[in-house]
């Protein structure tokens, strides 16, 4: 196995007076998706934050590409290929989806193979292409997110639950263009709590309690073993 | 029993007790310690300044609001005794009437600004603050035909109170009219003092200060940070225009430059500073340091400055009229280096 | 390409209420201009004045641009703000009393070349003072509102007390250069040439910055960094440079604002700017922290009312303005166009 795209060792995170991440230890291989779970509350979102650099660790390290990043600004973390999806979207809503798109294209002008591509898995975005992104639907505004994120070539896709609130429909658009991303040998951690999604998607876990990794191996082990389901997040998943 | 005239907040450094009650000592018997007319009007400036310090503290230190209106709510309070001074003729009715009207004025026109600015950002109350006491201010001297405009008011109090009026002579002192009239600053100023004392030591007090270190949570736990913000506002306008009436009750006179002006809200600012925020104890500490250097290091700057004539820039530095430059320097430092002011230091060193 | 039904036509039509009410702001200038229009009668006096008014929202909106979006950016609130007003006017001031040849002759092409001279030396000067300011006074009180009044308090009072000790004691007066004097007819009203030049240069330079807004990548950084600053740096932008430039390029305009206003006032003090920050206040409130529009159209209000009552009632005057504010307020309590800011 060739060596990880991140590594986080030890990472503590405080928030306030708030000790929220108490040693995170997690492994995220290169190509293919890890899966991030948890009950509400553990860390995941924190975790995801640290790693992009929005909160700082107060101990441990963090490693991207072979290199240490734990003191790294969080722009540059982004140049170094890290690309960041928020769990509340981040979505500019007063520049049009065209101008948020601009944006997401840090390092240039876009690339207009690439803008084919996610209109092709995002058609909405053509259609409102110069409407304010204030204006789509939640659905949409995820689409426009995650877009954001496949502007550019990323080594790394850190996404926050890109299925929250939405209908069932949008939720397999999303999953796809998730595969999409992954088929393209893009390495993603992802933060989902629907288990049918995560299913589907996984290759890895690593599941979080208390601010620390308590479980990582195979989604296909865990996706087969209710019990350990039960176990690691209260309730059997396959509920959902 | 004296623990609880302060409320039971005691100053908790040895140092800081002995400046404390050597500046309590100075003041009570500042006519037989200091003869002298200008020694007299620095003490009472002292006196006057340490309330209207301290209920910038409240505001400021207790509550974490930055206002800069409290010169307005002065003013009011001053201007308040010399309408009805003026417009009651001379007497002990005008005086009281001149000092509540103020007082009820500066609290109501606070509870409008407060409404105003408070519900939305904290920071709203600075810059409407600021907007609304230069408004006033020149529409002070904009009024002349009431308030005198540039010029103020001179008007008459009751003879009790002025030079005139001779009780003999103790201790090589002349007990006059304008002795009383001390005492009455004086024990004035040190009642308002324990009040203020008393109320950021209440439970009102300390849910202020919990506000101040993290609003959110203040108002998750179930207070209504808006109405403690309010009434913090309200009660330290209505003490500074208190103060406000007890100055004009001293000096006989109101005007804009000895009451509204911008200026004296930066020596406000600057003594809580220097003094200490959030601490009571730093008002009378940053008050008596600053009013002393006030009156006697404009002096000094003078001479320096003649002294250095002959050399480019300095003596334009060291002009009296650039005081505010130094203040402003020193402002500056203090706020990075000295964040607690020589209250904290000194409950530091204790603790160290 | 598959079909994808469920998110066609789902984008959300906007009522013609929600279109009245983000234009309304908009709509306040023309209604203040026809008010005032009732109220003073005689037509050529309202012209005169709107004229003015115009002139001089134009200058207060050149100093609170820079104010207004360097809170949006850092939630940097500069008290200081008033002193690069003041540094720019006495800058701009002293070259033109030096190319005092220049702006004497009755040349149209001297003339303007000694007040471009005058603009960009007062803009490189606050644009540099802007920059030290950013460097010593604010960066160490980042995230601390109470502290950040204090200091830069503290930092306009310093610079306000230099320019005293290098300008001397006294108010400067000054003439406008030869072919800026005077005023020609229009339609029956005096309109004073600076007052107009100075209304066209306004609008050029709003036009201008919106445009940098609109279509430059800086001008999306901006716009984006102010509703968002942490998704900004997640894409990988520095917002910290982003925010210096900001900073020194309001100072500087601020600076350029002072000369201007000087030239207006043919006076400049150097409480001149403290001053003017209570008007630049007013406009940065009443138009919603950290939106430019937001600040253009509260500048224009307040010129205009300002002239308007000054003409009706001179007492009120700067009572009138802060009337202004509180109905503002009372109406929408962020301001007429507050910045939708990410949680």
Partial sequence: ?240 | MLINILSGDKPRSVILTVLLLGILVALAFAPFLFPGVRSLETAARICIFIVLVASYDLLLGYGGIVSFAHTMFFGLGAYGVALASENMGRGWGSLAVGTVAGAVAAAVLALVIGLFSLRVRAIFFAMITLAVASAVAVLVSQLSGITGGEDGLNYSIPRELTPAFRLGEFLGVKINGKLLNYYLVFFASLALFLMLLRVVNSPFGRVLQAIRENDFRAEAIGYRVIYYRIAATCLSAAVAALAGSIFAIWLRYVGPDTTLSFEIMLDILLMVVIGGMGTMYGAVLGATIFVLAQNYLQNLMGAASEATTGLPLIPDLLNPDRWLLWLGVLFILSVYFFPTGIVGRLREGRRA | MSAAPDHTPTFAQISLSERIGKAAPLLLVPVMVALGFLAIGSPSSWLTLTVSGLAMGMMIFIMASGLTLVFGLMDVINFGHGAFISVGAFVGISVLLVLGSWTGAPSLALNVAAVMLAVIAAMIITGALGWAFERVIVRPVYGAHLKQILVTVGGLIVIEQMIHVIWGPDEIFLTRPETLKGAFTFAGAAIEKYRLLAVVFGLVLFVAMRLVFKRTKIGLIVRAGVQNGEMVQALGYRLRLVFIGVFIAGSALAGLGGVMWGLYQEVITAGMGEEMMILVFIVVIIGGLGSVEGAFIGALLVGLLQNYIAFLEPKLALVSNIALMTAVLMWRPQGMMPVVKAK
């Fill in chain 1, 1 to 240: 196995m060739s060596d990880p795209i991140l590594t986080l060792s030890g990472v503590q995170t405080d928030i306030a007076q708030y000790h929220i991440l108490q040693g995170v230890d997690l492994t995220v291989p290169r190509g293919g998706v890890t899966m991030l779970l948890g009950r509400n509350g553990v860390g995941k979102t924190t975790t995801l934050r640290t790693i992009i650099g929005h909160w700082q660790a107060r101990a441990g390290t963090i490693t991207f590409d072979g290199q240490d990043i734990t003191a790294m600004p969080t722009p540059a973390r982004a140049r170094a290929g890290i690309g960041f999806v928020p769990e509340d979207m981040g979505i500019f809503s007063d520049l049009t989806v065209e101008e948020n798109m601009i944006l997401a294209a840090a390092s240039g002008p876009l690339d207009s193979a690439r803008l084919d591509w996610i209109f092709s898995v995002f058609p909405p975005l053509k259609t409102f292409w110069r409407a304010a992104a204030g204006n789509l639907s939640g659905g949409q505004k995820q689409m426009l997110s995650i877009a954001r994120a496949m502007a550019e070539d990323r080594a790394l896709y850190l996404i926050d639950e890109p299925t929250k609130g939405l209908a069932p429909a949008i939720i397999s658009t999303m999953a796809g263009a998730l595969r999409d991303l992954k088929n393209q040998g893009a390495s993603i951690l992802l933060v989902e709590q629907n288990f049918s999604v995560a299913k589907a998607l996984g290759d890895t876990v690593a599941v979080m309690e208390d601010g620390r990794i308590n479980w990582t191996g195979q989604m296909a082990e865990l996706a087969n073993d209710a019990a350990l389901q039960e176990r690691l997040m209260g309730l059997s998943m396959e509920a959902h």
